[in-house]
């Protein structure tokens, strides 16, 4: 995991540009099997969620096209057809994407592509055992505006979206209850249609005639909130920042005072709002694995989560005056204002992922230093040589040589393994294999 911590206050006729960015990064230092794709030669470059030997990666070009490396997996449906690999993408432009174990998804650029994949505004492509490229169609609500899909991430047999309605979807493997978002209901009448939250309080404001998207004085909201910091999703679990409250109060009696006197300004330094519908504004809420309490999100308030899998991390939020305020935080000891731009992570700690370094500024200006010194082509120190990597895990569930599969152990100490031992063989032999 790594964070991006821009520090420093900025002096008067100074540009952003000169402010010090440092990345700090703690956990272990897998292998990048893909270093020898060149980036920077895409729009969007995106890893899946397999261990090595079924790891494949996806790129948008920059013809918004897109392009596959690595494994390819073809499969067969129940009617007995082939239904393509996940290095087999769909045809069209698209602006974003995701990869999961054996799929991927992504959101179509413009209006022919939506109209190429059946007019629906995200599309998903290879392994559909788990019903993962099965996207939920909207039921549209009016005619005047049409509710899409702005964001898509992919777990590794599930997928979560979010709608520009501040909705969102989750659909695929519920083994885990990944797609059980907090007071849901089924997203279509299908039985396997997936899940959809019934409250609009999620992502940011995309009306600015009924929230405030304008305003860019603080960090994660109004003019600086995006979608792809306020839901991220796992192999097995996700996680998602209620909205603040102009989206959670937009068309419910909002009453603002203040030379502006808008809703459109929310958050503007001149305007105090309010309104009786906004519930826990900016705080996480997540679902799904939840083995290693990678699901306990911590109190406070936050501005960006991001997940992996078997662990969380996410960023307290800055105190805006409106809708984060300074108030003590859970049991903490410390008040929302002090921890703001502080990172916190939970779940599995097994390689230190769970634990961001206390002289994280320290550790960022050695990072930049290294960085420097090779760029210059100058040596700053003899790195220590690489750990060898464990040998390879297997149980009767499979085998792990990346030491990133904790659900076999749970498997192995008594969790599904014996579940499925004490099923009647008929029901047992039709259940699907504990682990992919």
């Not at 996806?58 to 997996?73: R, V």
């Not at 057809?81 to 993408?89: C, M």
């Not at 921890?339 to 916190?344: E, M, P, S």
């Amino acid at each position: 995991f790594y964070y991006l911590d821009i520090s420093g206050d900025l002096l008067v006729n100074e540009t952003l540009s000169s402010v010090k960015s440092k990345y700090v990064c703690w956990g272990d230092d897998f292998e990048d099997l893909f270093d020898y794709i060149d980036r920077h030669a895409f729009v969007q470059f995106a890893e899946g969620l397999g261990a090595r030997g079924t790891l494949t990666a996806c790129a948008i070009n920059n013809l918004f096209e897109i392009a596959c490396f690595g494994s390819n997996d073809p499969s067969v449906d129940a009617d007995g057809t082939t239904i393509s690999g996940q290095a087999e993408p769909p045809r069209g432009k698209f602006s974003s994407l995701s990869m999961g174990g054996l799929h991927g998804c992504a959101l179509p650029y413009d209006a022919e592509t939506q109209e190429l994949h059946g007019g629906i505004s995200a599309v998903c492509w290879g392994n559909d055992r788990m019903h993962q490229g099965e996207v939920p169609l909207i039921v549209q609500e009016s005619i005047l505006t049409s509710i899409t899909y702005i964001f898509i991430q992919c777990g590794y047999e599930h997928n979560c979206a979010l709608r520009s309605d501040n909705r969102i979807t989750c659909w695929g493997a519920t083994l885990d209850q990944q797609t059980a978002i907090p007071n849901s209901q089924r997203a279509t009448a299908t039985s396997d249609g997936g899940d959809m939250s019934k409250e609009q309080i999620y992502g940011c404001c995309g009306d600015c005639t009924a929230c405030d998207c304008k305003t860019n004085v603080w960090a994660g909201v109004g003019d600086r909130c995006f979608p792809s910091n306020k839901l991220a999703v796992g192999w097995f679990h996700n996680c998602a920042i209620r909205a603040g409250c102009d989206v959670q109060c937009a068309s419910k009696g909002v009453t603002c005072k203040g030379t502006s006197g808008s809703i459109a300004t929310w958050y503007a330094r001149d305007t105090a709002c309010s309104c009786p519908g906004c519930l826990r504004p900016h705080e996480l809420e997540c679902w799904g694995y939840n083995a290693y309490g990678s699901t306990d999100a911590p109190p406070g308030q936050f501005k960006t989560v991001s997940v992996s899998y078997d662990y969380s991390c996410a960023v307290y939020a800055e105190c805006n005056g409106h809708d984060v305020v300074d108030a003590l935080v859970g049991t903490t000891g410390k008040s929302q204002c002090d921890l703001a731009n502080n990172v916190i992570c939970w779940g599995r700690n097994l390689h230190g992922q769970t634990a961001p370094p206390d002289n994280m500024c320290k550790g960022a200006e050695r990072a930049r230093l290294v960085a420097e010194s090779n760029f210059n082509q100058t040596t700053l120190g003899t790195p220590p040589p690489r750990a060898e990597r464990p040998a390879c895990l297997c149980t009767p569930q499979g085998c792990d040589c990346l030491s990133q599969m904790p659900r076999l152990e749970f498997e192995e100490e008594g969790g599904c393994a014996a579940r499925r031992a004490s099923l009647p063989l008929t029901l047992a032999a039709s259940l699907p294999p504990p682990h992919p």
